[in-house]
């Protein structure tokens, strides 16, 4: 398997980025990209919310995980998950993160870091109403990343809480709810032949969004 991974590489061409033709403003960048994203034919498999959220504890253990983005503001991304999570504990912690996006069909990739906080209860709320109920139900009993002795532990706890609520709304559970990670760091790569790739980096220094081009 060794000599089959070392030979595994593709050649990045189909487009470039330059400086001089980026927006001001990173979130209207991401904004332009996340629809290009959507308007490219992806295929059916990818998720073009799907990004990558890094968080680290406060001895500075670091975990990662795939999760969906579900809203951009002009502040920050909007995710939701279990406040007592591994991933929501760390954030209590150490409220510092990342996320990184890749679009294979189009040869991109956004990477985020910034600061992270709970949106408020009302935006919870009504997120959590417009899922599935089917999602709701999984979200209210669902003790993420607590051991659970089998998969039948918890196709007979959904039953239960199915039955609980039959006619009635789901409520969202304390435990439950959204995220916005502020961004301090943007970079926008862009794929190019030979591992010379087009990487602009936003950094925030306080007052204002400070464009610059790195080495690949």
Request: aromatic share 12%; charged share 25%.
């Amino acid at each position: 398997m060794g000599n089959d991974l070392e030979a595994m590489r593709k050649s990045y061409t189909l487009s470039g980025l330059d400086v001089a033709e980026v927006m001001a403003d990173p979130m209207d960048q991401f904004q332009d990209w996340f629809a290009a994203a959507q308007a490219a034919d992806p295929p059916r498999w990818l998720e073009v919310n799907a990004m990558t959220l890094s968080t680290a504890d406060r001895a500075g253990y670091v975990t990662s995980r795939v999760v969906l983005l579900k809203g951009v503001q002009p502040d920050g991304f909007i995710f939701f998950t279990n406040y007592q999570s591994v991933k929501g504990r760390q954030m209590d912690e150490n409220p510092r993160a990342s996320l990184c996006f890749f679009w294979p069909h189009l040869e991109r990739q956004v990477r985020v870091e910034g600061l992270v906080e709970r949106v408020s209860e009302a935006m919870s709320d009504q997120y959590f109403q417009s899922r599935p109920r089917e999602s709701q139900l999984g979200g209210l009993l669902s003790q993420q990343s607590e051991p659970v002795a089998d998969r039948q532990v918890l196709e007979n706890l959904f039953a239960e809480f199915e039955e609980k609520h039959i006619g009635q709304p789901v409520p969202r559970p304390a435990h439950w709810g959204g995220y916005r990670l502020q961004p301090t760091r943007m970079e926008f790569w862009q794929g190019r032949p030979s591992r010379l790739h087009d990487r602009i980096l936003y950094a925030w220094n306080e007052a204002e969004w400070v464009l610059s081009r790195l080495c690949p």
